[in-house]
């Protein structure tokens, strides 16, 4: 997540806080300060007071922390890689690389988060006796804060818990379109609901709206993507430029054949790609090599399209050079893949509707 700023590791997970938090929190510590018991400490004097307010809002978002670990937790646990933790103004998400496709373990991934609120939530109440006050929002957040978790709606971990339950019986897909389908349900009764009672509850039906059309859509993708390789979409011998190209002609090539990007290659290697972005500024006697971008991702023609789909969205780039034994061998865009789907997407929805 861009503008984040990494601030530790934890089991070798990076934790990061997104810009936006600092305003969340000084909004919470203004919001504990103003109001009082039992969600506020305006009743107290002082530095107490004062002192109190961060603590609680600071300690929120760590609780949010603990939540989002349990999740990580679990899932290496499984074999998934967690690419880190990013705490924003919405709470915090763990960027797990991939979930789990055995039910019982998204079951128990999923569950992890809710289970370690609840049990934040209990030592809480348990220490009412020391601060009343204090640990009574503390354990009533975290309460809220599982309980919340377990509305069987994407992307909130009872979305994936209903699904990794419904995968026992009709399958990974088809189970994450019936659960997308109770999620958006959900959403619009909460929206309706929300029109009588307050306007956060429609932003929440959106949100959650949002996250089950996302989450249908994306293993909707990788169901069809998934069963082609990279090879067989990919553009094979494709044009390529040395890094003594002039930026001129580079220019000349992109008006000619319509495409943004082009490996650089040297005695048949792959040491960089050029784009439009670094030649639009660039002096046109000025050679490929020194304007070239040297970081290159790369993709193997045995890995599968979906692949190069999420590699795509997570590097914010329009194509990849397919290398094999060090040699290009083709190049993937995103405008290959999104053909591949709309074909895809058609055959698949005529198919449908002769069985029906």
Known sequence: ?????????????????????????????????????????????????FALSIAASILIFI???????????????????VKGIVLFIFGGVALIEKIPREPKKEFLMALAGP??????????FLLIPIHKQFFFLMGYFNLILGLFNLIPAFPMDGGRILRSILARSMGFVKATKVSAEI?????????????????????IALFIYIGASEEEKLVTFEGLLGRFKVGDIMTPNPIYVTPETKVKDVIALMLK??????????????IGI???????????DDVVEKVMSK???????????????????????????????????????????????????AITEARDHTTS
């Not at 936006?20 to 007071?49: C, D, H, M, Q, W």
């Not at 050029?274 to 046109?284: C, F, G």
């Open 295 to 345: 970081r290159i991702v790369t993709i193997s023609p045995d890995e599968n399209a979906f692949e190069a789909l999420k590699l795509m969205s997570e590097n914010s780039i329009g194509r990849i050079p397919v290398v094999e034994n060090g040699r290009l061998v083709g190049i993937v865009s995103r405008s290959d893949i999104v053909r591949v789907l709309e074909i895809l997407e």
């Open 1 to 49: 997540m861009k503008l984040s700023l990494k601030i530790c590791r934890i089991f070798g997970i990076d934790v990061s806080v997104h810009f936006s938090l600092v305003f969340i929190l000084l909004l919470l510590t203004y919001v504990f300060y103003v109001n009082p018991p039992p969600f506020g400490f305006a009743n107290l004097k002082g530095f107490e007071r």
């Open 115 to 124: 289970l370690a609120s609840m049990a934040i939530a209990s030592i809480c």
């Open 183 to 203: 999620g958006k349900i959900l959403a619009i009764i909460m929206a309706i609901c929300g029109i009588f009672v307050s306007l956060w509850l429609i932003l």
């Open 274 to 284: 050029v784009t439009l972005k670094d030649v639009m500024n660039a002096d046109e």
């Open 63 to 81: 609780c949010i922390l603990i939540h989002e670990l349990s999740h990580s937790l679990v899932a290496i646990k499984y074999g998934s890689r």
């Open 257 to 270: 054949y319509k495409h943004l990007g082009y490996p650089v290659v040297k005695d048949g290697e792959l």
